[in-house]
């Protein structure tokens, strides 16, 4: 009878991690790197390393709460989009989350941005990019779901976040704030941890 009840308790797990439970492991990629910096010439600020920071912001709160995480880079390395797909296609039930910068020619443009491709993806976009455009008054531009590399190679749900322009002055000042950088780092985890 307990082997049963355990049975069907395994299953109730198995359905909550196909419906979308908090991932077991989620692969943090940090955007560029290397001789990659991100960004334009015109940027306030440098986008490899800011997303490397909210990176490892995100995979220390991560871990606080029992998620086990994966970096695609842990240091200012290049690492080929390739690499980064595989690296996300060795892990199951897991979930690749993606932290970039934008830029752009109209130096006004500020805001997020969220990508996704697969639709499993679609709910945990939804939800980074609420918690994002609650930080301050920039523009919500959105979620969008476009078939870049990084979300159309990985096998596994996979979001990219866009967490403010660094062409635009109030954007860089707040994102160079290691302060602010931690708010965006606990936006994306509790969207994430949200399941
Ligand atoms: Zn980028």
Known sequence: MKYLLLLALAGIAAC???????PKTVVIDAGHGGHDRGGTPGNYACEKTLALDV??????????NDVKTVMTRCDDTFIPLGERVSIANAHRDALFVSIHFNSAVRRGADGFETYYFNGKAAGVAARVQANLTALHSGENRGVKRRPYYVLRKTRIPAILAECGFLTNREDAARCNQPAYRQKLAQAIASAVLKG
């Open 55 to 64: 990176a490892q912001r995100l995979c220390a709160i991560l871990q606080q």
């Open 16 to 22: 909550a991690s196909a419906f979308g439970a908090v």
